[in-house]
Nanobody
Framework: QVQLVESGGGLVQAGGSLRLSCAAS????????MGWFRQAPGKEREFVAA????????YYADSVKGRFTISRDNAKNTGYLQMNSLKPEDTAVYYC?????????????WGQGTQVTVSS
């Protein structure tokens, strides 16, 4: 089973940047589409971005398009989310996951996530 560990969150002012990392155990993770999701207090978890196993295709929620960039390094079994021009509404716990087919899928057990807090 793949285990996921997110890191890189923190407190940042509006307009700032953060880079999140998702370290996955298990050699099969590189064959899955990888996605980032977030959950704000009192809200349901929502899709943020995804990238195909090859890195050729990327998908973004409208709310982050043009500000966030997803990438992956299969040799390191690690995915990344570069977040620029952060807004207070981006405040949430961010999670990564993977799926063999769907960019919005989540096949694996959720990790602990990493907290992102954007102050105004």
């Amino acid at each position: 089973q793949v285990q996921l560990v997110e890191s890189g969150g923190g407190l940042v002012q509006a307009g700032g940047s953060l880079r999140l990392s998702c370290a996955a155990s298990g050699r099969t993770f590189s064959s899955y589409t990888m996605g980032w999701f977030r959950q704000a207090p009192g809200k349901e978890r929502e899709f943020v971005a995804a990238i195909s196993w090859s890195g050729d295709s990327t998908y973004y929620a409208d709310s982050v398009k043009g500000r966030f960039t997803i990438s992956r390094d299969n040799a390191k079994n690690t995915g990344y989310l570069q977040m620029n021009s952060l807004k207070p509404e981006d405040t949430a716990v961010y999670y990564c996951n993977g799926d063999p087919h769907s960019p919005r899928g989540s096949k694996f057990t959720w990790g602990q996530g990493t907290q992102v807090t954007v102050s105004s």
